[in-house]
C-alpha cells in the first residue's frame, strides 16, 4: 500500500505521523512538503471530501494569517479558504495523509491508523 503524506517537517504531528508511516510494514510512504509543492485547488478539495470535513475544518484557524485574511469569519465560503489555502500553504492543517483506505488529517496523529 502507498501513503502520501502533506508535511510539514517543522510540525511536531506531522513528524510523528510520519514516523507511524514508516514502521507499519508493507507501506511504501511518499512525502510531500506542501509548503513547497502545495496541492491544488482541486486536489485540496477532494482531500477535504475524502476525508469527510470542510476546508474550515482543514483550516490552520490559529494562524496569525487566517485572521489577517478574515478566514475565521462565519460568511466566509469554503471557496474563498481553499483560495486562500494554494496562496498561502501555510493555512493548511497538517499532517493530510491519503491511502486506498481514506484519507485523514491526522491531529492527533494516531487517527492515522484507520487508514492504514
Known amino acids: 500500500m502507498q501513503a502520501i503524506i502533506y508535511h510539514n517537517p517543522r510540525c511536531g504531528t506531522s ?3 510520519l514516523e507511524i508511516l514508516e514502521k507499519a510494514p508493507a507501506i511504501a510512504v511518499r512525502v510531500i512538503q506542501y509548503l513547497e509543492n502545495p496541492p491544488t ?3 485540496l478539495a477532494d482531500l477535504y ?3 469527510g470535513i470542510t476546508p474550515r475544518d482543514g483550516l490552520r484557524a490559529k494562524e496569525p494569517l487566517a485572521k489577517e485574511l478574515g478566514l475565521n469569519d462565519p460568511d466566509v465560503t469554503d ?3 481553499l483560495n486562500a489555502m494554494v496562496k498561502n500553504p501555510i493555512l493548511i492543517n497538517r499532517p493530510i495523509v491519503e491511502t486506498t ?3 485523514r488529517l ?3 496523529q494516531d487517527l492515522v491508523k484507520e487508514i492504514i
Request: charged share 55%.
Open 15 to 17: 513528524r510523528k505521523t
Open 41 to 43: 485547488k482541486k486536489k
Open 49 to 51: 471530501k475524502k476525508a
Open 79 to 81: 471557496d474563498q479558504i
Open 101 to 103: 483506505k481514506g484519507v
Open 106 to 108: 491526522c491531529r492527533p
